[in-house]
């Protein structure tokens, strides 16, 4: 039932760094939440998750060079994204973990490229 909008996306030279927003509808206080990438032509996978109290944990692609937190009183997730790849371009998703098929939104583009 919670909707999830995605922001902060956008084109970044390589080395460069952008934080992403996931403001949900609703209070998230409760869960576990994720974010999601997906490249073009590949399937949409998992890179990190930040749990109710806080702690967190990364796929080793980004673990190191991404930061997840969140403001429950905001209802909002971060992703801070240093260090970025080429490799790194994409569309990223929030949404709960386990996912939560009603919850996906449009996701925002992010692109490294010189």
């Known amino acids: 039932q919670v909707q999830l909008v995605e922001s902060g996306g956008g084109l970044v030279q390589p080395g460069g760094s952008l934080r992403l927003s996931c403001a949900a509808s609703?209070?998230?206080?409760?869960?576990?939440m994720g974010w999601y990438r997906q490249a073009p032509g590949k399937q949409r996978e998992w890179i990190a998750t930040?749990?109710?109290?806080?702690?967190?944990y990364y796929a080793d692609s980004v673990k190191g060079r991404f930061t997840l937190s969140r403001d429950n009183a905001k209802n909002t997730v971060y992703l801070q994204m240093n260090s970025l790849k080429p490799e790194d371009t994409a569309v990223y998703y929030c949404?709960?973990?386990?996912?939560?098929?009603?919850?996906w939104g449009q996701g925002t583009q992010v692109t490294v490229s010189s």
């Open positions: 930040i749990t109710r109290v806080g702690s967190t």
């Open positions: 949404n709960r973990m386990p996912a939560d098929p009603r919850s």
């Open positions: 609703g209070s998230i206080f409760l869960y576990t």
